[in-house]
């Protein structure tokens, strides 16, 4: 795994407190790769091809955050539902409150 320090963060300075970016994480599904994957044999033992077929036509996902930096890590600006059981509630009609309660602070020490 890539371990994400202010090096490899796509950032053009250093992150100090009070600064606010947004964090883009996700996945896609490339035609081309997909196609490579698929033809090697070491490679598909590895794959559920039933899922994939089944998720392919939906080409990816990203979820968006906005945070802010923290002086003790950072607190998640974004304020919606994440979990399944979430998002199908609010897909039903349920309200999303916007309170302390669904907001997310992460603390750490930040990489010497």
Same mark, same amino acid.
């Given at each position: 795994?890539?371990?994400?320090?202010?090096?490899?963060?796509?950032?053009?300075?250093?992150?100090?407190?009070?600064? $606010?970016?947004? $964090?883009?994480? !996700?996945?896609?599904?490339?035609?081309?790769?997909?196609?490579?994957?698929?033809?090697?044999?070491?490679?598909?033992?590895?794959?559920?091809?039933?899922?994939?077929?089944?998720?392919?036509?939906?080409? !990816?996902?990203?979820?968006?955050?906005?945070?802010?930096?923290?002086?003790? !890590?950072?607190?998640?600006? #974004?304020?919606?539902?994440?979990?399944?059981?979430?998002?199908?509630?609010?897909?039903?009609?349920?309200?999303?409150?916007?309170?302390?309660? #669904?907001?997310?602070?992460?603390? !750490?020490?930040?990489?010497?």
């Amino acid at each position: 795994l890539l371990e994400l320090t202010p090096c490899t963060l796509r950032t053009w300075g250093e992150l100090k407190e009070g600064m $606010v970016l947004t $964090v883009e994480p !996700g996945f896609y599904f490339v035609e081309v790769l997909l196609e490579s994957l698929l033809a090697d044999e070491a490679l598909m033992g590895h794959v559920d091809v039933a899922r994939l077929e089944e998720l392919r036509p939906v080409g !990816g996902v990203r979820i968006e955050d906005d945070v802010v930096v923290t002086a003790t !890590g950072c607190r998640v600006l #974004t304020n919606v539902p994440r979990t399944v059981e979430e998002i199908e509630a609010v897909m039903a009609g349920q309200a999303w409150p916007v309170v302390a309660s #669904t907001c997310r602070q992460y603390n !750490g020490t930040p990489p010497s």
